[in-house]
């Protein structure tokens, strides 16, 4: 089992940035990628961004140059910088983990833009 925690959320201006944090533990030891996942309201989850257990990163097109993914391995973290932001960033953000057989989700933080 994994067990995933985000923190970071908030309201934020447009324009103005952001750093969503996500700690894991338990059974760690096989991920392989861990990413960030968006959901706006009436809409499908989609992908922000991710990082694999190798470093390569992949990022949504509406999120390029502006949003940074990186890890921490020595405290089994993953951050979620983001910059510039617009209204069209609001929804809840969502942490996952793969393994090989299952993936993981964390419980959700909410980033809403708005003036």
């Known amino acids: 089992q994994v067990q995933l925690v985000e923190s970071g959320g908030g309201l934020v201006q447009p324009g103005g940035s952001l750093r969503l944090s996500c700690a894991a533990s338990?059974?760690?030891?096989?991920?392989?990628?861990m990413g960030w996942y968006r959901q706006a309201p009436g809409k499908q989850r989609e992908l922000a961004a991710a990082?694999?257990?190798?470093?390569?990163?992949n990022y949504a097109d509406s999120v390029k140059g502006r949003f940074t993914i990186s890890r921490d391995n020595a405290k089994n973290t993953v951050y979620l910088q983001m910059n510039s932001l617009k209204p069209e960033d609001t929804a809840v953000y969502y942490c996952?983990?793969?393994?090989?057989?299952?993936?993981?989700w964390g419980q959700g933080t909410q980033v809403t833009v708005s003036s």
């Open positions: 996952n983990a793969k393994q090989t057989l299952r993936s993981y």
């Open positions: 338990g059974s760690i030891f096989s991920i392989y990628v």
């Open positions: 990082i694999t257990s190798g470093g390569s990163t």
